[in-house]
């Protein structure tokens, strides 16, 4: 059981935006701040969004970040087939760092 | 660049023990909080322990505590998992991290920026 709530799995179509969801508490996402990474099967993670919309060197600007309250939500517009990955999101919680159980995103 | 390439995996029996490595390079690793986060086979992200940059600070996973031990060498650019009393449920890929903390107000931004290949563990009879 994660501490933060993402959905299993999302999907859409090439060229398609999506989003991904992440649900938390307000003793972490509602006073944290929320990061995302990207995972493919077999590889390690990958960070994608940190501080809730930045995004590190490299990553496209098709992938963006938001915070609203204690959710957070990762938005990937222009989809592609190499899109397809696990995202999880991350945050702090009380001296610990935690994460969402993953989202896996198909593009179809 | 910033390379981090762990090692130590392998099949033991429950109730072994085992110490997993994590060599760096391209990066002032005296500099840096670094992490472990482990990954069960089809499960999510579970972050097992950190160690600040001088080893003075320490934090574990109530999953781990009192069985795993983190530790570090400034000196050769490396960071430890020794992990002792090993069960089941602790099979999983290792992955080390390089930990970045920004406090900006009242939040506090924690996110890994660099992450190893991982080192895969499992524990069976």
């Known amino acids: 059981q994660s501490v933060l709530t993402q959905p299993p799995s999302v999907s859409a179509a090439p060229g398609q935006k999506v989003t991904i969801s992440c649900s938390g508490s307000s003793s972490n996402i509602g006073k944290n701040y929320v990061s995302w990474y990207q995972q493919f099967p077999g590889t390690a993670p990958k960070l994608l969004i940190y501080e809730n919309n930045k995004r590190p060197s490299g990553i496209p600007d098709r992938f963006s970040g938001s915070k609203s309250g204690t959710s957070a939500t990762l938005g990937i517009t222009g989809l592609q087939t190499g899109d397809e990955a696990d995202y999880y999101c991350?945050?702090?919680?009380?001296?610990?760092?935690?994460f969402g159980g993953g989202t896996k995103l198909t593009v179809l | 660049q910033v390379l981090l390439v762990e090692s130590g995996g392998t099949l033991v029996r429950p109730g072994g023990s085992l110490r997993l490595s994590c060599a760096t390079a391209g990066f002032t690793f005296s500099d840096y909080y670094m992490t472990w986060i482990r990954q069960a086979p089809g499960k999510g992200l579970e972050w097992v322990s950190y160690i600040s940059s001088s080893g003075d600070f320490i934090y574990y996973a109530d999953s781990v505590k009192g069985r795993f031990t983190i530790s570090r060498d400034n000196a050769i650019n490396s960071l430890f998992l020794r992990m002792n009393s090993l069960r089941a449920e602790d099979t999983a890929v290792y992955y080390c991290a390089r930990r970045i903390v920004t406090i900006r107000g009242v939040g506090k931004a924690v996110y890994f920026d660099y992450w190893g290949q991982g080192t895969p563990v499992t524990v069976a009879s």
């Open positions: 991350g945050t702090w919680d009380d001296n610990l760092s935690v």
